[in-house]
């Protein structure tokens, strides 16, 4: 599974927490877009091989078989060619299509993150955002930055003078 699988799926769970409409018909596109996406993703590969395949039995014809062009029917040479040129059409029409999946996608990941992120700022309280410097335990006075969890209060100064 990748990391962009792996955090659709905290996403989604994320957004079951809550029944309300709107959470739930998110979690509902997005399902539906991953399928797509899915499919999408299958028809490239198959679409792949067959170009693969059109392009090697041509190779074939014209390296391993002595006068090829006049041996072999046109017909067989017409078809083989219109294979491989109708799937490499569509491979690049399926490629442009699971970009476009991937990108409404992520646009409703985006959303997901700002409804959980109301959702958990509803049940526990503003957010606090702490830059990742002060996330640590100590700095290199071996002080502890303390963050208030509750009221979003800075601790007292005198408190962090005392204990440096």
């Known amino acids: 599974m990748s990391e962009h699988q792996k955090e659709t799926a905290l996403l989604q769970r994320c957004l079951g927490c809550d029944d309300s409409p709107e959470h739930q018909a998110l979690d509902r596109t997005i399902t539906q877009l991953q399928r797509d996406e899915r499919c999408v993703r299958r028809a490239v590969w198959l679409m792949a091989v067959l170009t693969a395949l059109a392009v090697a ?3 074939y ?3 391993l078989i002595e006068n090829f062009p006049q041996d ?3 017909l067989m040479i017409t078809i083989v060619s219109t294979l491989g040129l109708t799937s490499l ?3 690049v029409a399926f490629v442009n299509l699971r970009m476009v999946y991937r990108l409404k ?4 990941r985006e959303e997901g993150r700002q409804l959980v992120t ?3 700022e509803s049940r526990l ?3 606090v955002s702490t830059p990742w410097y002060e996330s640590r335990l100590g700095d290199m006075n071996r002080g502890t930055v303390h963050v208030a969890a509750g009221n979003n209060v800075a601790p007292n100064k005198t ?5 440096g």
Do not use: F, P, V, Y
């Open 57 to 59: 039995s041509l190779g």
């Open 159 to 163: 408190e962090s003078t005392a204990r």
């Open 125 to 127: 309280g503003k957010l």
């Open 89 to 91: 059409i569509c491979l």
């Open 105 to 108: 996608l992520d646009q409703r």
């Open 118 to 120: 109301k959702l958990l």
């Open 61 to 63: 014809g014209a390296i």
């Open 72 to 74: 072999t029917s046109h």
